[in-house]
């Protein structure tokens, strides 16, 4: 079961020690969870303009302390149709997990611009707060 558009950010995930899996459904199907507080990790694909995306890349490459000062001044980020960035993202339910990539729309595809960032706790909060309604 994938949780976004990124096949590398699920294997990632699958492949991180604070992160467990329980498959349902004969195998079929799987619930990922962050370990230390048991929360389902959900997903999504966020797409972002120009200017929007150019933030997210600048936030997932600053320290945890920074990305905390910078995302407690900012609003929620829109979504853009048809956007040239595309957000990638996983969360705990309880926002203390997060996991973020993006990507840039070139050459007819979308490719990474950024690692993928783990963050957990008040990073993962300030980041979510501005990525989910």
Not at 31 to 56: C, M, Q, V
Not at 92 to 97: A, L, R, V, Y
Request: charged share 30%; glycine share 4%; proline share 4%.
């Amino acid at each position: 079961m994938s949780l976004t558009n990124d096949k590398e950010m699920d294997d990632s995930l699958h492949n991180q020690s604070n992160i467990s899996v329980k498959k349902t459904f004969f195998g079929l199907k799987e619930t990922l969870f962050f370990n230390p507080t048991k929360s389902k990790i959900d997903g999504g694909d966020l797409e972002l303009d120009p200017d929007n995306g150019d933030k997210i890349k600048e936030l997932l490459e600053l320290p945890d302390d920074t990305i905390c000062q910078l995302t407690s001044k900012m609003d929620h980020l829109l979504p853009a149709e048809n956007g040239m960035y595309d957000l990638s993202y996983c969360y705990s339910q309880d926002h203390k997990f997060a996991a973020l990539q993006l990507t840039k729309y070139m050459s007819f595809e979308y490719r990474p611009v950024t690692a993928i960032r783990f963050v957990e706790n008040e990073t993962a909060e300030s980041l979510l707060r501005i990525l989910l309604k």
